[in-house]
């Protein structure tokens, strides 16, 4: 007999009512875990992974064939798609969050009050994480590595086309948990690609402490709007580089074109370039050559069209558009002030460069400039957990509260506040 | 023509939206203020509100009568009530909080990194704070003072028995903004007693960045479940004291009678006693005795009851209610590990204490209780802001995100991360 849809959904929602309420008791037990266990896991899990090499490639090979009947777009197909080289980068991942510091019990601050009672902040893990994310298989392997270093469980939810592969890795990881003595529920996988499970998991307000979607911008903006549970939001990354009068123009022409080009594809990539009407005809004409050679489509507004040709006009929406792709948005400014409201109105609090040798206007444009990150003369595409040396992150939260900026163990933990007295009461 | 309930509604959504609007402009600004402005204008609003302290009496006189109309409850009205003194004890309160030292623009940390970016984390304002609290008209002067300070614009909605008194209050802080030169909508008062205001405020994600409720449990109640904007929840005190069978028996006597009765109406009150069954029958006839004595009814387990007459057989219900009252719970337990999963299954992760000299079986309890505020030998009482030395506190959050503990004015801002470069570029 075939299911309801509604009987459906419930069967799901008693899933993942299960994979919470398991997480809750592992993540108890892995609050006390010594520093020693989640290491030696994480370790013996990236064995495990390397052992599994030929049956996560055989996984991963019905994943892609899957996809292609699926007529999924070869940028998502490659997304997808594991080799050695890549399931070996998965396991020295895995191998580089497990030899991080341990950051549970560390004392972030202390001090003794008149009364003579001593606090302390403690730092101590957030409980139970749940991760909402798309097809690339390495981030099983990286939020599980992340979460279970900070001592959180964690619920991963990972797109439904790389199931078979995320299954395999998760695997791995639970070996290495059963090894060292740690629970195997502290790593959980939703092994159904029912789309009612991400549904139920942004309702598991009882064992979820918080969300971390990692996806596009439709996932993102699903799990803002159903969310009972804390989120880390993580929404696109709409970044600028401004070139200021003063830029030295060798510079900002290397920065520029790292900044969008690199990778064209990750949330740090510039999206719009300002640049300084003062500057704008010397340095437009050398960006737009280097550009163009590196394969990139260039929108630009009015006076960008009159000082370089080849050039696009741009629309409105141009400027409000996360490309992700090889296109920059170019826009002539005033001065600093322009730059700084044209990054507040159109920008998502991601990251934003100024590249200028004055450093008056720097410092201003790093204050006023309302972004997770704010760099001066370097690449935004500097937004990533490594390059931080963090060892790795789950992604780049945009929200205001507790993570901002890549989310790495640290930002993963929490604290509570321990005092120490000797009979004090208080008046 | 009298307005339909729908139509008020949308006029109170209008209000609202008008008022989010406001706060978000002034935060910009805000943002950007010296240290000296913020807190001159906290110290121009103590003089203003003690210039007014004839009209503020008069517009508390006039609460006060509507709520004796109104039949609150004689607690409910103490609460209310403002006389010199305690205008005078806001006006100090103010001042105290404009003396603190300045977080924002404060470097968290700073470090290089290999390819010589400087990463410095640096403190700031969070943006917009929507405060939601009841009738205590003090409120309105400290939460105003703590955001203000933070840098942050405030919404407050206070409850409706106070709106003469912080409507008095609210121009003080205005006229303080005003003479500092700061905007006015820094802080705003919803004026308006309907509660669908409430509805809108928890709606409002493009405007306010955080809300902090400050009541009981049935308005932090329907803001978890309401609110689409992100809570610093604060949730009820369950709080323990655990006498293990290493205590000083005097200590314990004046640390538990102090938890309980002090203040019994604050979240930070001893709700439930615990003690060691080899311990409990040398001190509960004492304890019993000072309790008694305070005024205090005790409500015990089945061996509480064997041991000291004069005790109520508690029911399980007793184990998980907040009683504000001067009522305390008292169950006899085995050992710290039964005391420590007693607190874990009924406690709301407030604030709970061990009294011990046994100092191994003290740091394990701090470890294992899952609590924003653990102590040893120590009043629960201490979970205060101004006792931690934060000057002040909005409230005491329960939840594991961004605020856990004392919200004081540190826990109302978040950082971003500054990167100066010499032209670096990714690889």
């Known amino acids: 007999m075939r299911q309801t849809l509604s009987e459906k959904n419930a069967d799901v929602t008693v899933m993942i009512d299960r994979l919470g309420r398991q997480a809750k008791s592992a993540a108890g037990v892995l609050a006390l875990a010594s520093a020693k266990s989640k290491e030696k896991a994480l370790r013996l899990a990236a064995s495990a992974l390397r052992c599994r090499s030929a049956k996560l490639l055989t996984a991963n090979a019905a994943d892609i064939a899957a996809a292609k009947e699926k007529n999924l777009s070869a940028a998502s197909i490659d997304r997808l798609k594991l080799d050695p080289d890549r399931i070996e980068a998965m396991a020295v991942g895995l191998e580089t969050i497990a030899g991080l510091p341990d950051p549970i019990g560390e004392i972030m601050a202390s001090w003794p009050r008149p009364n003579g009672l001593i606090i302390q902040r403690v730092r101590t893990p957030l409980g139970v994480v749940g991760v909402i994310y798309e097809s690339r298989p390495n981030v099983?392997?990286?939020?599980?590595?992340?979460?279970?270093?900070?001592?959180?469980?964690?619920?991963?939810?990972?797109?439904?086309?790389?199931?078979?592969?995320?299954?395999?890795?998760?695997?791995?990881?639970?070996?290495?948990?059963?090894?060292?003595?740690?629970?195997?529920?502290?790593?959980?996988?939703?092994?159904?690609?029912?789309?009612?499970?991400?549904?139920?998991?942004?309702?598991?307000?009882?064992?979820?402490?918080?969300?971390?979607?990692?996806?596009?911008?439709?996932?993102?903006?699903?799990?803002?709007?159903?969310?009972?549970?804390?989120?880390?939001?993580?929404?696109?990354?709409?970044?600028?580089?401004?070139?200021?009068?003063?830029?030295?123009?060798?510079k900002a022409r290397r920065i520029?074109?790292?900044?969008?080009?690199?990778?064209?594809?990750?949330?740090?990539?510039?999206?719009?370039?300002?640049?300084?009407?003062?500057?704008?005809?010397?340095?437009?004409?050398?960006?737009?050559?280097?550009?163009?050679?590196?394969?990139?489509?260039?929108?630009?507004?009015?006076?960008?069209?009159?000082?370089?040709?080849?050039?696009?006009?741009?629309?409105?929406?141009?400027?409000?558009?996360?490309?992700?792709?090889?296109?920059?948005?170019?826009?002539?400014?005033?001065?600093?002030?322009?730059?700084?409201?044209?990054?507040?109105?159109?920008?998502?609090?991601?990251?934003?460069?100024?590249?200028?040798?004055?450093?008056?206007?720097?410092?201003?444009?790093?204050?006023?400039?309302?972004?997770a990150i704010v760099l001066h003369n370097a690449s935004t595409q500097f937004a990533d957990g490594a390059e931080f040396g963090f060892g790795a992150e789950i992604g780049i939260a945009t929200g205001r509260l507790h993570a901002r900026g890549p989310v790495g163990v640290e930002q993963l933990t929490t604290f509570k506040y321990k005092l120490r007295g000797t009979g004090q009461i208080r008046d």
């Open 140 to 250: 099983t392997a990286d939020a599980a590595a992340l979460c279970l270093k900070a001592g959180n469980a964690v619920i991963l939810r990972g797109g439904s086309e790389s199931l078979r592969s995320a299954q395999v890795i998760a695997e791995a990881i639970t070996e290495g948990l059963l090894k060292a003595d740690l629970p195997e529920y502290a790593v959980q996988l939703v092994t159904t690609s029912d789309r009612a499970a991400v549904g139920a998991l942004l309702q598991l307000q009882n064992y979820i402490d918080v969300i971390v979607p990692r996806g596009g911008k439709s996932l993102v903006e699903r799990v803002m709007v159903e969310a009972r549970v804390p989120v880390f939001a993580h929404l696109e990354g709409l970044c600028h580089s401004y070139v200021h009068q003063s830029a030295d123009i060798d």
């Open 256 to 371: 520029v074109v790292n900044a969008k080009m690199r990778r064209p594809g990750v949330c740090g990539a510039t999206e719009t370039l300002l640049v300084d009407r003062k500057i704008a005809p010397a340095i437009l004409p050398l960006l737009a050559k280097d550009l163009n050679q590196a394969g990139c489509e260039l929108r630009g507004d009015a006076e960008t069209c009159v000082i370089v040709s080849q050039v696009i006009p741009a629309t409105e929406a141009d400027w409000s558009t996360e490309y992700l792709d090889a296109i920059l948005a170019i826009k002539i400014v005033t001065d600093l002030n322009e730059a700084i409201d044209h990054i507040a109105r159109y920008g998502s609090h991601h990251t934003d460069a100024i590249i200028a040798e004055d450093k008056q206007a720097a410092e201003k444009f790093l204050t006023e400039v309302d972004s």
